[in-house]
């Protein structure tokens, strides 16, 4: 058993435990909190995945700034925490828990029958160079020129949006 | 990539460019007229139409822009602009043009001047979305135009917010939105993991070696269709539909029905047609690749489409929530010209978009001059109306006509030619649903003329007079309706024109 | 690095997606439905960073480089209109922001 792989599990385990706390736990803050810890964990994932710029960025962008915007409005509205999630309306939500497990069970059976480790064999020097910030940076300013305009425009257009929604009322 | 490149590419996407300028103009105006902001829609307006202008100059250009990937010695770009995509790029542009005109005629948007700079740089948005969306060859710009799109058209679902279903809208479009995005998303992660590409034009090439897995690509790409199917409002991805188009101001409905309907066709036919077909037929008919039947799941999704639509239509008495369930029967029709998989089923489809966009924005117009008196829509409401405002009523009834798919109104054309395309592709079964749904829809249409005309109108009936320009408006998209009814060749002409998708 | 097989990293992302898919389904808590929704696009992150390497291209991380940038400006103007909504109705609670059918 190697280091990578012990590694993985650890990660991967904080990482499918926390995300099933987020849908389970009825106060939203908890729900929030646990959310941050699956984002640390992907982070840990990503550098074993040899991919330090998207890890860093994971951590500044979505635990940092989204999650804080989150826990901001929660606080912010005070709402009550839903008295028990499996209370109301309880066999619709069953049966979607059902589907949920059905649709999980086919889709790992796609990807396993899909054998993508067949044709994608990891290259260790190859991926270390696709993961650093000299790359990414490069293929964003000329490669993905276009794209990188449209995300600026995309952030104007939520800016302008979050501004006149967010104002009091007008008259 | 080199600099002559850059040149080239930017030579191409001029359009892009000045509707980029025009909404950071409009932005910086908002700020410095912020005492009278009457000059804001003409700053607007002029904007769309200096657009068009280079819109319609990029008839002589074709090529893809932005070329990044290169495999096998040949290139290919993140853009591709031709033809059909200039077509899409005119819908949006005309499309746009008159909902800045109907804006100014809207009491709704009228009583939120301190605002209107905001609202008209969020229209913009969503044009720039459309815009890449249509030329986009790429799944990441695919995806970034497309949430360009969605996110303006959140806000501005809930922008009036003067009664609370406005921001109800709002947050359910968003959610449904945000969930069919990320379904997206995890498709387009998985057809990146089997092909290692992004771009469609390489993921072509790579799909048809048989080392895929077929039934993972079929998996993903279902789940890519469930993000454009959104867009479209086809079944089972509908249910947003009614709510938002009877929640938002008329204007931003309008909007949507018809320009955002358009970007999603037009995102639709390039995805199946650079990334399915492997090559044409002499006659026009597209071959797929062997990945699964998608003809199949096409009928089955278009006819689902069409009859909840029609079926749903029946029972609703708001007009607003009633021509909601009309465009998703209308968008159900359209499919049916994909469906096909030809080059004359392509043609149908743009001869039914032009009429679709002047008959659909010109009963929203209608809808919205009366409103703006009677401030309702209620079908009840209309009693009586056919006698005291008779230019209103006929050109509804007008619409309404050419929208059920009678003759001599354009409407027919549209409809004639898709089933003429099915029958030779020998689909009979299928036209016959469709005609089916269309005798349906007649009953709830003409249940607006039965109120506005067989009911007296009583002494409370409202007379609705509209203003030179409205009416001047009006007739500008009831009078094609007419002409297009009888004298067609023009229009099927520039659609024959208009059916170039660059490929391979 | 990269000795353990890619599937490991699919099943775990497939997990996370399908459980951000029942959490939008069984809460009714309008920020806690958007939060699934993150959880959602994180799966799909970490699926796109797991071919990336594998591959050995950075497309698929500068795609997530956007999906974070989407993901960021979707949760401004989604908190936006929950707020919104907070100032008319006093709750976030999706079943009785109501006045349409779901």
């Not at chain 1, 059905?102 to 990891?122: D, E, H, M």
């Not at chain 2, 639709?268 to 077909?277: A, G, H, M, S």
Request: glycine share 6%; proline share 2%.
């Amino acid at each position: 058993m190697n280091i990578e792989l012990i590694l993985f599990i650890i990660l991967a385990t904080i990482a499918a435990v926390t995300s099933i706390l987020v849908i389970t736990r009825s106060n939203a803050v908890i729900s929030a909190v646990f959310l941050v810890l699956n984002f640390f964990a992907l982070a840990g994932l990503y550098l074993l995945l040899n991919a330090q710029f998207i890890s860093v960025v994971q951590i500044i962008v979505y635990a940092g700034a989204i999650m804080v915007l989150f826990l901001f409005v929660i606080m912010l509205l005070r709402t009550d925490g839903e008295p028990r999630i499996f209370s109301d309306k309880r066999y619709i939500k069953y049966f979607a828990l059902l589907i949920s497990i059905f649709v999980f069970i086919q889709v790992s059976y796609l990807l396993l029958i899909g054998s993508p480790s067949k044709s994608v064999t990891g290259n260790q020097s190859a991926s270390i160079n696709s993961g650093t910030i000299e790359t990414i940076g490069k293929e964003l300013y000329t490669n993905y020129i276009i794209p990188f305009e449209v995300a600026g425009f995309l952030l104007l257009a939520a800016t302008i949006g979050a501004i006149i929604l967010a104002k009091k009322k007008f008259e | 990539m080199e600099l002559a490149n850059l040149y080239q590419s930017i030579n191409l996407i001029i359009p892009e460019i000045v509707l980029s300028i025009a909404l950071i103009v409009l932005v910086i105006a908002d700020l410095i007229f912020h005492t009278n902001k009457k000059i804001i829609p003409f700053i607007a307006g002029t904007g769309i139409l200096v657009t068009a202008i280079f819109v319609i100059n990029q008839f002589n250009y074709i090529g893809f822009a932005f070329s990044t990937a290169t495999h096998t010695a040949r290139s290919f770009g993140m853009l591709a602009v031709d033809s059909f995509g200039v077509f899409f790029k005119l819908i949006v542009i005309v499309s746009s043009f008159i909902i800045v005109l109907l804006s100014l005629a809207s009491d709704e948007i009228q009583k939120t001047t301190d605002r209107i700079g905001e609202y008209y740089a969020l229209i913009y948005g969503m044009i720039l979305g459309m815009f890449f969306m249509i030329t986009a060859t790429d799944l990441i710009l695919i995806y970034l135009s497309l949430e360009l799109l969605s996110l303006s058209s959140y806000v501005l679902a809930g922008f009036t917010k003067l009664r609370d279903r406005n921001s109800e809208a709002s947050l359910k479009y968003l959610l449904y939105g945000a969930v069919s995005s990320g379904l997206m998303l995890f498709g387009i992660s998985l057809v990146y993991g089997l092909t290692g590409s992004t771009n469609l034009y390489i993921i072509n090439t790579l799909i048809q070696n048989p080392h895929i897995n077929l039934f993972t690509l079929s998996f993903a790409t279902i789940l890519i269709f469930a993000g454009i199917g959104y867009k479209i409002s086809s079944a089972p991805f509908h249910f947003w539909t009614p709510d938002v188009y009877e929640g938002a101001p008329i204007t931003i409905t309008a909007f949507l029905s018809v320009a955002s309907k358009a970007a999603g066709f037009a995102l639709l036919i390039r995805f199946v047609k650079t990334v399915f077909v492997s090559y044409e037929t002499n006659e026009g008919f597209w071959s797929l690749i062997e990945v699964f039947d998608w003809q199949s799941i096409l009928v089955v999704i278009s006819i689902l489409t069409m009859t909840l639509g029609n079926f749903s239509a029946l029972w609703q008495n708001n007009l607003k929530r009633m021509l909601a369930y009309s465009s998703i029967a209308h968008a159900g029709y359209m499919l049916l010209g994909l469906v096909v998989l030809s080059n004359q089923g392509l043609i149908a489809i743009l001869i039914y978009f032009m009429i679709y966009l002047l008959m659909n924005l010109g009963a929203f117009l209608v809808v919205m001059l009366i409103a703006n008196k009677i401030n309702s829509e209620e079908i009840d409401d209309y009693n009586g109306l056919g006698f005291t405002s008779p230019l209103l009523s006929v050109s509804l009834a007008i619409f309404l006509i050419s929208l059920t798919g009678l003759p001599p109104t354009a409407g027919f054309i549209g409809k004639l030619y898709l089933f003429i395309a099915l029958v030779d592709a020998k689909m009979i079964a299928v036209a016959i649903i469709a005609l089916l749904n269309s005798v349906v829809s007649l009953y709830y249409y003409v249940r607006v003329l039965k109120h506005m005309y067989l009911v007296k109108a009583t002494a409370s009936t409202p007379s609705i007079i509209p203003s030179t320009s409205n009416a001047i408006l009006l007739l500008v998209l009831v009078v094609p309706v007419l002409i297009f009814g009888v004298y067609f060749q023009p229009l099927v002409e520039f659609a024959k024109d208009c059916i170039v998708i660059l490929g391979i | 690095m990269l000795s353990i097989p890619i599937e490991y990293y699919l099943i775990l992302s497939a997990f996370m997606f399908i459980v951000g898919v029942t959490g939008v389904l069984i809460r009714r808590n309008a920020i806690v439905v958007f939060m699934c929704i993150e959880l959602m696009l994180n799966a799909a992150n970490l699926s796109l960073v797991a071919f990336s390497s594998y591959h050995g291209n950075p497309v698929g991380q500068i795609f997530v480089f956007f999906v974070m940038t989407v993901a960021a400006a979707e949760a401004t103007v989604g908190l936006a209109i929950i707020i919104a909504i907070f100032r008319n109705k006093l709750t976030v609670n999706v079943d009785e922001i109501n006045i349409f059918k779901w």
